[in-house]
Each structure stands twice: as C-alpha cells, then as structure tokens.
C-alpha cells in the first residue's frame, strides 16, 4: 500500500504545521499543502486499484491463478470506499484550507476513513502478500522499503502533531471538556489505525523480501538485477513432470481401480518446454492384437522431426513391463496411437506469472481409421477415472533417487516398470506459496486447448 495523505487536526490545519509558522497565513503555502495531500491520496487510491486490477485479472497457470472470490470481493468494496472517502476527504479539506467551514470535523473524518479504508486494506494487501511470490530486484526492493517509510513518517508526523501545545491543552482538559474528550478520542483512533498501518506495511516487506525455507528458517532474497524482476522458480519445477493415467496403463487387478495404485505414464518434465518454449509432440503407439501390448513412444524435437524414443511391452497378467531394445520393428502395421501436442504460453506479469501449458490430444484406433479427438474425458486428477470414460494429466514431483529418464522406470537394461502416485510428491504439496506457503491457486495439470492443431501419425 502506498502512502496516505498526512491527516491531522480538526481545527487549523495549516496551523497545525509545525517550523512554518512564518507561511500559515500564505495562500501560496496553502495551496502547496493541499496539492500534497491530493497527490498523496490520488496516487494511493491509484495503488489500490492497480493492485485490484491485477487480482481481478489473473488467470489460472503454473503455480498461480485467480484468489479466493471472498478476497476479490473485500479488495473491490475497499477501492470503491476508499474512492468515495478520498473524494470527499479531498472536498473538505479544501473548504477547510481556504475557507475555514469545512463540511466535517477533519480528525473525526481522518479517524473513520482509517477504520473503514486504510485499515481493512493494508490487512487484504497482507494476505496477498502473504500467499505470493514477488520478483527479486533491487527496483522491487526499493519500492517495498518506500512503503514502510512512508508509514513510519505518518506515525511520526502525527506523534509531532499530537505533541503540540493544543493536543497537550486538549488531554488535560479531557475530563471537564467534551470537544476536548472528543478530540483525544480521536487522536487515539488515528493513532492506533496508523501503527497498525504500520505493522501491516512491514508485514508485507518481511514477506516480499525474506522467503521462508520447508525447514522453518528465513533468508533475504538478494536481488541479481535493478529493474528486471527475477522468480525463484527452480522450488517450484524442478523435477516436476507431466504424468498421464489411463486405463490402457493398468494391471488387470481390482487394486487398479484405486487412484494409488494406478500406472502412470511420464511424458516430459515441466522444465523442458518452458526452456525450449516451443510445441512438444508426444506420440504413444500400442498394439493390443496379440499377447503382451507393446508400446512405441515418439517425440518431436525442436526442429519438429518425430523420432523413436522408448519402446516396452507389458504383461498385465504377470505385471511386469519388458523394455524392447529394437523400436523400429517392434510395433505390427495395424496400431492405435494417442497423439498429444503441448505448448507453454509464456509469463504475462500479474496475468501469468509462470505461464501456462497447454495441450490438444487426438486418437487413431487402427492404421485405417481417421485422427479424431477421444470419445473420453481427461481430468486433472486420477481420482476421477471411476469408468473408462476418464482419463487424467497431472503434474507431479520424482521424490529421492527416482528415475526421471525415461517414460516408465527402467529397472535394468531390460525390465521396467510403471511411476505411481504414491511414490510421487503431489503438485498440491510442491506448490506451496509466498513466505507463508499457501495453497497453489493455479492448474494441476496443463489446460485443454482444442485450437492447437494436431496430426496423427
């Protein structure tokens, strides 16, 4: 939050003003303290809703989406307030500088607009704070180190004012005199709405500046360039894959009917195409005709040529998967193929700032038959493949020593066998965001996107 026009006394405010005595009763002098306190407050009420326009406006990708509907809804009806009470704040003030008849008591109305403005605001802008990651610069730095000495000089600014002979006259006439009472009153609103301003204020550089570690310890996040914000994204991706689930992967058990036990397929790590930033094509190519169903997997490089790149067969009676060595003959004429066609849609700062992957599948059931889109429903999570009609995407984390090279784990040179959710780190336990490792308000998995163009094979 930005800082908020210095509020002050009911009475005078010029007046008010201490070592400028010689200038109060100066019309040009006036004028400057009124044109400050609009700036101040227009360029507040301009943060405010700058930082609304951004919440409003993000979409789900990568680690990020859209926040809570309550927290869009409080932060609207605080920036509609704020706009009304600065508007009218800003009316009074000036027939008090220049007139002397102002509509409202200037403290009684600086100590409302505190309660209903200031303070809920400051309090949401932690909360956001709180649960996002903000890029490390030293221009990010220097903007969250404005803020907090911004509200260190209203505190000390008002701690001046209300030292004066007039405040001190007022709180010892406290008890004989109700404008007296009602000023002190006041004065003490304000003053605690400020501190706690102020400790709103240093909440959010502590989360923009400090990052908090898994193991409880705290680091100051040192910024590499001036303007350029940098992410710490390798928390976020590093070993973070794409898996796919379907019923062609499973055991013929009744235990494959469980989310934990289902087979997954690994496709590519997240990393790769956010480093390549250029369509990724997996090919899946099976054979069901006879015996074990055997598995071609094909991939485009970056130049878009399809190359072989993995090949098994599965067993699932005997459970097991046996890793073919020559991939080239391994699959008979008549093949059925999943096609996928994934593309990363760059950071768009606040909208996306990850970025976001997306993905068009088609199917071909036979050699003969058209490339159509599937007659099944891919979820963003293998909890949901209750029936054959469901398949799933989701984005998961290799734990320890896990393999992360191929397809399916290769065990040896010639066994394998399929990754499972329970020897995964679910991306909803990965993605833990800001300083107090909220939960992931962006995709479990890439987004559907029936505009990318895919052919099959």
Known sequence: MENKAIRTKPDGLVSSIPFCRGFHGKRYFKFIVFLLIVILD????AS???LYNDVANTKEGLVYGPLEGSIRYAL?????????SITIEIINLSLEIFRGNPW?????LSAVIIWIEDVPQITINVVIIACREEAISYFQLVKASVLIAGAIIRVLFSLI?????KAIRDIKRVK???ESRSRVFNRALIMTGLIITLGGAAMVFLFTQYERNPDGTINFKVPNSYVEGEYDDAKYFNNVSIYFSHELFDWNTTASRYAEHRNLFRLFKINEIRQEKVDRMIIIQYDELTGPTKFVIKESDMSGNVRVNECFQMDRTGKNVTIGSNCTAYIALSINEFVFKFRY??????KLIFGDIKYNIKVKYNSASTCKSPDYVISNSIKDQSNKRVASLHYYRTKGSLDETNHVIHTSATHGTFYHSRSLQDIRDVWKTGFAHCKSTGSLAPHHDD??????T
């Open 176 to 178: 004989k005199n109700h």
């Open 76 to 84: 609207l009806v605080t920036c509609i307030i704020g706009t009304q």
């Open 161 to 165: 004012l209300y030292c004066s002979n």
């Open 104 to 108: 409202f008591d200037l403290e009684l």
């Open 345 to 350: 849609i760059k950071p768009y700062v606040p």
């Open 42 to 45: 227009t360029a507040d009420l």
């Open 451 to 456: 505009s990318i163009d895919v052919q099959c």
């Open 48 to 50: 405010d809703w700058l």
